[in-house]
């Protein structure tokens, strides 16, 4: 195997149409991996014969584990052949999901659940890939359509799992989605382009310079800064939404309540727009504007909570103006090092979902503080500071700004 990681080559090919676009499949598969059992949570106490709790402090083992795998598997792809880090990855990811199917404690299922959260950060490693080979001209173009594929996941898997789980229940779900993560193992190895590491580092110096990078970098401290503030108000928003619909006057069931997520699929298609125009304009412009339209779309569903046709066409703007944003926020952190950004994304994306973890912990209970309307308020907030942050950035640097 030494030999043929030799041969790898280390240029960085044009990644075809057809290959970007299974990345975008292959990001939204590992992405949703963390979600599916949610929904099903009180089947799966009941199988277990736990409470709900115990059964929900399992579940909460997964984005911890995603954190674990954006910090030490993410790096992997700048220092090894991706194709062969990723079809490991997603390797890992079918057996641990597999794995999960057969636990009978609530003890075995935190672990199985933490060990595929841990391979479900296989999403960043895409991107990070995506960043490097796919040329300067194009990797905001690239890069939004591969992270199109990672919020599909983010909003599929929980909608996905919840209709598998009701039709063949959860244990079969499960398998499910362990069979489509080993067939993309394959597929993986198959399909990347055959190149080798870009990291000029060895991987243990890597990770022990990334806490470092924050302090060297500032588009990354930028970058992360803002994108924590924004991802913690979409966060805040989604969690926020399902309290607030699923209690008095409305009582709406989960499933009904899970269909709003479709609304956020239409704001999808403005990841490829958005990548577009950062390739022509740069970052700033379609940070700002994403923001701008995001903002209001949140203050205005503050009144029409009642009113599903305005809160689904509010939802799908909020969602498309921070999907924008995230595509322009996330090529400044590639270009920092195009030769081998994934240490950068690594960084970057630990501090973007710690902010989202913040708020969804925040939504849930915001409701009951201060209301639907002060929790719309409070990521209304969130996002005017990730434009201010974006603002003052550009005033000292003049035009060389407009590359953040």
């Not at 841990?118 to 990797?139: E, Q």
């Not at 590639?334 to 240490?343: K, N, T």
């Amino acid at each position: 195997m030494t030999t043929e990681l030799a041969k790898e080559s280390t240029t960085a090919p044009v990644l075809r149409s057809p290959v970007v676009l299974f990345m975008a499949v292959a990001a939204a598969l590992g992405t949703a991996a963390i979600y599916p059992l949610q929904p099903a949570i009180a089947d799966v106490a009941r199988s277990l014969g736990s409470s709900t709790a115990a059964a929900g402090i399992a579940l909460a083992c997964g984005p911890a584990g995603y954190l674990i795998g954006l910090g030490l598997l993410v790096p992997l792809v700048d220092r090894f052949p991706p194709r062969y880090v990723l079809a490991a990855q997603f390797s890992a990811l079918g057996l641990s999901i597999g794995a999960t199917s057969l636990v009978s404690t609530s003890w075995l299922l935190g672990l199985c659940v933490l060990l595929s959260g841990v391979c479900s950060s296989v999403g960043a490693g895409l991107s990070s890939v995506a960043g490097r080979l796919s040329g300067t001209g194009r990797r905001a173009t690239v890069l939004g359509i591969v992270t199109a594929g990672i919020s599909a996941g983010i909003l599929l898997g929980r909608m996905t799992g919840g209709w598998l789980a009701d039709a063949v229940g959860w244990r079969a779900m499960l398998l499910a989605f362990a069979a489509a993560s080993l067939v993309i193992a394959a597929a993986t190895w198959l399909l990347l382009p055959r190149v080798g590491g870009g990291a000029r580092s060895g991987y243990l110096a890597t990770l022990r310079s990334m806490p470092g990078l924050f302090v060297r970098f500032a588009p990354l401290r930028l970058a992360a800064a803002r994108g924590a503030a924004w991802f913690f108000a979409f966060c805040a928003i989604w969690a926020g939404l399902a309290v607030a619909l699923s209690g008095p006057p409305y009582g709406y069931s989960a499933e009904r309540i899970g269909l709003y997520a479709l609304a956020g699929l239409t704001g999808i298609l403005a990841t490829r727009a958005a990548g577009v125009l950062t390739d022509r304009l740069g970052a700033r412009p379609v940070i700002l504007a994403g923001l701008a339209i995001a903002a209001v779309a949140s203050a205005a569903m503050g009144f029409v909570l009642g009113s599903p046709g305005l809160m689904v066409a509010c939802l799908a703007l909020f969602d498309a103006g921070l999907f924008a944003a995230q595509v322009a926020n996330q090529s400044t952190v590639l270009a920092i090092d195009p030769q081998a950004p994934a240490r950068f994304n690594s960084a970057y994306m630990i501090v973007y979902f710690v902010g989202g973890s913040l708020g969804t912990a925040f939504g849930a209970v915001a409701v009951a503080w201060i209301g639907w309307s002060g929790t719309t308020a409070a990521a209304v907030a969130a996002i005017a500071v990730g434009a201010a942050i974006t603002v003052a950035a550009a005033r000292p640097q003049g035009r060389r700004a407009q590359a953040r």
